[in-house]
Nanobody, 127 residues
């Protein structure tokens, strides 16, 4: 089992940037895919990006391409989400999640594809 801890959220002005981190403990990410999701108040959980740890293959929601970048640091067993040109509409709680052997790249954006979730980190973008 893997435990996930997100960090890096906060308050930022529109046009600014943040880098979120998702650190794993308990075991490494080596056999997992890791995804980033967000959930705004009163809305569903939206997929942003995912990365397969072993291959480095990445997946992005079309609306996030060009603004958000997912990456990993093998030595730190950490996945990052670099977010640029933030807008007030990006305000949400951001979650990372890990999917194991039942994860499928065709369903990378489906929350049910992920078995482990972090507690979330709040991102607030002011106008």
């Amino acid at each position: 089992q893997v435990q996930l801890v997100e960090s890096g959220g906060g308050l930022v002005q529109a046009g600014g940037s943040l880098r979120l981190s998702c650190a794993a403990s308990g075991r490494t990410f080596s056999s997992y895919a890791v995804g980033w999701f967000r959930q705004a108040p009163g809305k569903g959980r939206d997929a942003l990006a995912a990365i397969i740890w072993n291959t480095g293959s990445t997946y992005y929601a079309d609306s996030m391409k060009g603004r958000f970048t997912i990456s990993k640091d093998d030595a730190k067993n950490t996945v990052y989400l670099q977010m640029n040109s933030l807008e007030p509409e990006d305000t949400a709680v951001y979650y990372c999640a890990a999917g194991g052997r039942f994860w499928n790249s065709n369903r990378w954006s489906v929350p049910q594809s992920y078995s482990y979730w972090g507690q979330g980190t709040q991102v607030t973008v002011s106008s």
